[in-house]
């Protein structure tokens, strides 16, 4: 049994904290009456109270800027959303007044469905654009008006209903259409409560002016249209008309100064065009019917070229609206855009200068965070590094060495945390070390035994050998050989102990064996020797300090291939020459290993675990740790795999070339071995230890 180290009691004063030898531990130093600031009290009054304060106040206020902007950001992308279908409904509504008053006078109403259901689409997109902004908006008359404004579908179909029974007149049909227009305008003229900025209400303020200009310029013309088709206006009508025929034409004017070159370009164009003219003209003539004068030529017009006029000016004006919506709306988005950018840039400013005060208390404080940072750092390099190393130097009966050293911090809450550490770590020292004594005690009694076993199995078969020579009865002489066979396992499984504590078996050769001696003698060595078939094995030598080690691995696994195997099966052994050595191939005809377990079975033969663990072991099937350690300790490959022919196990071993001492010949094949045969390889029993 080896000696392990003796190893002093531990405490932060010990010998590993780098003390002479000869001093004594020193007594922990007992804290001081007097009151001292914790490092709890010190953090909070250096960083903590003014750092949260100022980060606190930053974020509060970048919050409300960023949550500000973002609304209004919001309801700008809303407006813009909604500005081309709110487009298509105004033009919509207004022809759809046209053909309807054409309908209830008596003249062509065409187009009349397909009016109706473009403004019910396009009710139906504003309603959903606009939503968002209803519940957004702080304002209760922006909330009111669009409202209302999503309400008007139904309204639209009650009248549609009445137009298309004959149970309304003239009179009701066109204020009940230009309610609902205004209605467009007054929640339009709403909305510019939420514009960003002075400029972005003057541009949404010229989108209403242009919508009544246009409003004007249809009402007057749907009127016009109805006494061309030979209808007199009543009074309200009349008003109604002489009103919207001259307000348009100063409110068009007057938006030719406000409005941008390109925008003033296209309304001066659409006012010179001769679809304008046409209009004022038949317009100009029903003013002066209604003011009681003589029109000489009634109708003025034809009313395919009134409509075509009307049309042509109408989508003009519409679209004019439209593109100065949608330009306005755009612009107040880039505002919003810029707004919020600026409320990120006074947040990061203010967040910037709370940081700014966050490292001057740190650096305030860089004195308590050093000695926490080495703390820390010390702490891990031990636990990760210094005590697992000296532990293992511990398992090998080795000193600790200077992996371990005292952790040295001074007398206050740090300091004793370190103090505390120390104690932690001379325990698991100290239980280390028991544990490595309890390892080594351990391994030493099992080796005795192995060792006892494997010299008790050794003197048999050399009695066994010497009875063999002088019996000569077939009966006897076969119980001579089952004995043989059962001594020669009882010494396999002896050198299993010795090979799993860390120690030579004790078998040797002289010089090289043969291959085929060795896959003889690891035959032998296994109960059911008879099932195993024997092919192509090539003529080669294994060096004489490694065939033991072969012939164990071999027996093993020709031992599992017939013990798990359907009775009577037989096992097949084939050799063949690779690029990287030897390959032996051990085949047997069972159910086979499951996935997960024959996975688990391989990594134990790359890496074999440690005696002790195996020794604590519930699993007791140790023939693949066996063969684990001697595959690691000679660098051959041993992997389990499934048999594609038989669904049994392939047992792969692959024998490098530095395990080889002759050229490789590939020889024929070679038949199963005769029971007495296998029994009588001189070549594979070497002298006891």
Same mark, same amino acid.
Request: net charge negative.
């Given at each position: ?29 007992? !804290?001081?009456?007097?009151?001292? !600031? ?62 309807? +008053? ?81 209605? /467009? ?48 206006? !009543? ?111 006074? %947040? ?48 090998? %009966? ?8 005292? +952790? ?25 070390? *028991? ?5 080594? %005690?351990?391994?030493?009694? /099992? ?109 093993? +696994? ?50 074999? !675990?440690? /005696?002790? *663990? ?10 693949? /740790? ?33 395990? +080889? ?26 002298? %006891?230890?």
């Amino acid at each position: 049994m080896p000696r392990l180290p003796h190893l002093p009691h531990w405490s932060p004063r010990s010998p590993w904290s780098r003390r002479s030898e000869g001093s004594q531990p020193t007594q922990p130093t007992q !804290p001081s009456k007097r009151r001292r !600031p914790t490092i709890r009290r010190q953090l909070l009054i250096i960083v903590l109270v003014p750092s949260i304060s100022l980060i606190a106040i930053a974020m509060a206020a970048t919050g409300y800027l960023a949550v500000n902007a973002r609304r209004h950001s919001s309801l700008q992308r809303t407006v813009a959303e909604a500005s081309t279908p709110a487009a298509a409904a105004i033009l919509g509504l207004q022809e759809e007044r046209r053909l309807s +008053l054409a309908r209830l006078a008596g003249g062509y109403d065409g187009g009349l469905d397909r009016s109706r259901q473009q403004v019910l689409t396009a009710l139906d997109q504003v309603s959903k654009v606009v939503g968002p902004l209803v519940t957004g908006s702080d304002s209760s008359s922006v909330q009111n008006q669009l409202g209302s404004l999503t309400g008007r579908a139904e309204q639209l179909q009650d009248l549609r209903a009445a137009i298309d029974a004959n149970q309304i007149d003239i009179p009701t049909v066109y204020l009940t259409y230009s309610h609902i227009l205004a209605g /467009f305008g007054a929640s339009l003229r709403t909305v510019t409560q939420e514009a960003p900025d002075a400029r972005s209400t003057h541009d949404q303020l010229t989108s209403v002016d242009l919508f009544y200009g246009a409003e004007s310029l249809w009402g007057s013309a749907a009127l016009t249209e109805v006494a061309l088709l030979g209808q007199d206006l !009543p009074a309200p009508l009349a008003e109604d008309f002489r009103v919207r025929s001259g307000a348009y034409h100063a409110q068009l004017a007057a938006l030719a100064d406000v409005l941008g070159d390109q925008e003033r370009a296209e309304l001066e164009t659409i006012m010179n065009s001769s679809s304008y003219a046409l209009i004022d003209t038949a317009e100009s003539a029903l003013g002066r019917r209604l003011a009681g004068g003589k029109v000489a030529d009634w109708p003025p017009v034809g009313l395919d070229e009134w409509r075509a006029a009307v049309d042509q000016v109408g989508q003009e004006l519409a679209a004019l609206y439209a593109e100065h919506a949608q330009a306005a709306a755009d612009r107040s988005s880039t505002t919003v855009h810029h707004q919020e950018v600026r409320a990120w840039v006074v %947040g990061a400013v203010l967040l910037a200068i709370g940081l700014i005060v966050v490292l001057v208390a740190v650096r305030l404080s860089g004195q308590v965070a050093r000695r926490l940072r080495r703390l820390r750092d010390d702490t891990r390099q031990l636990s990760s590094t210094g005590l697992p190393e000296a532990m293992e130097r511990l398992r090998h %009966g080795q000193e600790p060495g200077a992996a371990i050293s005292a +952790l040295e911090l001074g007398d206050d809450e740090i300091g004793e945390v370190a103090a505390a550490f120390n104690e932690a770590q001379g325990m698991a020292m100290r239980a280390a070390t *028991d544990e490595a004594r309890s390892r080594a %005690g351990t391994r030493e009694v /099992f080796l005795n035994i192995a060792r006892r076993t494997q010299g008790i199995a050794y003197q048999q078969l050399k009695v066994l050998d010497e009875a063999q020579e002088h019996v000569e009865d077939p009966t006897h002489l076969r119980l001579l050989f089952q004995l043989d066979s059962l001594a020669t396992r009882a010494r396999r499984h002896a050198e299993n102990l010795v090979i799993l504590g860390g120690k030579q078996p004790g078998r040797r050769w002289s010089r090289p064996v043969p291959l085929i001696d060795v896959v003889r003698g690891a035959t032998s060595e296994t109960a059911n020797y008879e099932q195993v078939l024997v092919r192509r094995i090539p003529e080669v030598s294994i060096a004489a300090d490694k065939a033991a080690d072969v012939i164990h691995i071999l027996a093993e +696994l020709i031992d599992n291939a017939t013990s798990f195997g359907p009775p009577r099966a037989t096992v097949e052994v084939r050799g063949e020459i690779v690029g990287r050595g030897l390959v032996l191939e051990v085949e047997d005809r069972g159910l086979g290993i499951p996935a997960d377990q024959r996975v688990e079975f391989n990594r134990q033969l790359r890496d074999a !675990p440690d /005696f002790a *663990d195996l020794a604590l072991s519930a699993d007791t099937r140790l023939g693949l /740790f066996v063969v684990g350690r001697l595959a690691t300790r000679h660098e051959i490959r041993v992997t389990l795999r499934e048999s594609g022919a038989y669904g049994g196990t392939v047992a792969v071993v692959l024998l490098p070339l530095a395990v +080889l001492v002759e050229p490789p010949v590939l020889s024929g094949e070679i038949p199963a071995l005769d029971p007495l045969e296998a029994l009588s390889v001189p070549a594979v029993r070497p002298p %006891g230890p």
